[in-house]
């Protein structure tokens, strides 16, 4: 796989890794988005995203899912290594496009360049 993937070993894939994160991480919230992170010391970040039903059907769950993987995805580089982050998805999010996404994660990560 190339550089640009994002592979399983990077994603949050147990229950028990949300649970944790939820109850300890710090959280920042946007508009459309609640991230919470937490240093997890292995050394590679890991994604975890969540879309609640709020946010409406399984189509606009899915391309909502699909954004926010794109652009972990595509800005890796430029995030912190060595965090478990949850991107959870407010009521409106599924109204987003990439662009308007990007705009806003990319204030969390990137332009605040979160830090513990």
Request: glycine share 6%; proline share 1%.
């Amino acid at each position: 796989m190339g550089e640009f993937a994002l592979t399983k070993k990077e994603r949050l894939l147990n229950r028990t890794d949300f649970v944790n994160l939820n109850r300890s991480g710090k959280r920042y919230h946007t508009r459309h988005f609640l991230v919470i992170f937490k240093k997890n010391g292995l050394g590679i970040t890991r994604l975890g995203v969540t879309v609640s039903k709020k946010t409406g059907n399984a189509v606009k769950r899915n391309r909502t899912k699909r954004l926010i993987r794109e652009f972990f995805r595509l800005n890796k580089a430029y995030l912190p290594q060595g965090y478990d982050i949850v991107v959870a998805a407010k009521k409106d999010a599924s109204y987003l496009d990439l662009r308007k996404t990007k705009k806003e994660l990319a204030e969390i990560f990137i332009d605040k360049s979160f830090c513990v």
